[in-house]
């Protein structure tokens, strides 16, 4: 985790319950490149403990990555513990957004409701 320890540091010395970051900002600290996955997936902001090196940093300094924006390049380390209250009633779908805000991106011109050549017959055996 050496490589992290940067990361680790500097967000353990925040008071903030939100840093935002941009992933140029989070190379400065770590004084490398990130690798070339955390440009292409999403999937390695995660969460998970055992997702990569670099998840761990983050997550001993006591945040989660949250908002991630591929595009932008950017994200949000949100304090755990710090997450919004109300996860019921008229608020489910805002905490559900953001949490899982940024995790699932849709190609210009792709169409949702265009179907995907399947035969979804329940007569047939």
Known sequence: MAKYEPLRAFLTDRSDSEVPLRFEDIERI???PLPPVAFKHRAWWSNNPSNSVMTKAWLEA???AERVDMGSRKLVFRRAGDEPE???GANWLAA???ELG???QISPGFDLTE???EIWD???S
């Open 122 to 124: 329940a007569e047939r």
């Open 62 to 64: 006591g945040y989660r």
């Open 96 to 98: 559900l957004r953001a």
């Open 30 to 32: 770590i004084g490398a």
């Open 102 to 104: 940024g995790s699932v």
């Open 115 to 117: 179907p995907t050549g």
């Open 86 to 88: 109300a996860t019921s």
